[in-house]
């Protein structure tokens, strides 16, 4: 059992950065691939970035965006750079047992979601 706590959202202008955070609890959590997503309202959850047995980005995001985690301390980050306002969003963490890259952008591939953090961009 994972248990995902998302941090960092907040207001920034367009072209500025943000590091967003993911907490997890379990000692099995490098056991898990990690992905994040983001959702607008009226729009169903998007796909931004997911890490298994590689990494593949949301072609909207790649070039700005990096994933990254820390096993050791039980945190996965997503670093976003050139922030844009079609960025604005409701940004989850995720991640799933399964470290291959079947289904990795479907959001109901993923067995334990974060509550969120909200992202504003503003231009």
């Known amino acids: 059992q994972v248990q995902l706590v998302e941090s960092g959202g907040g207001l920034v202008q367009a072209g500025g950065s943000l590091r967003l955070s993911c907490t997890a609890s379990?000692?099995?959590?490098?056991?898990?691939?990690i992905g994040w997503f983001r959702q607008t309202p009226g729009k169903e959850r998007e796909f931004v970035v997911w890490?298994?047995?590689?990494?593949v980005y949301a072609d909207s995001v790649k070039g700005r965006f990096t994933i990254s985690r820390d096993n050791a301390k039980n945190m996965a980050y997503l670093q976003m750079n050139s922030l844009k306002p079609e960025d604005t969003a409701v940004y989850y963490c995720?991640?799933?047992?399964?470290?291959?890259?079947?289904?990795?952008?479907?959001?109901?591939?993923?067995?334990?979601w974060g509550h969120g953090t909200q992202v504003t961009v503003s231009s």
């Open positions: 995720a991640a799933r047992s399964q470290w291959g890259r079947s289904w990795y952008a479907s959001p109901d591939k993923y067995e334990y």
């Open positions: 890490s298994g047995i590689n990494t």
């Open positions: 379990g000692r099995t959590f490098n056991t898990y691939a």
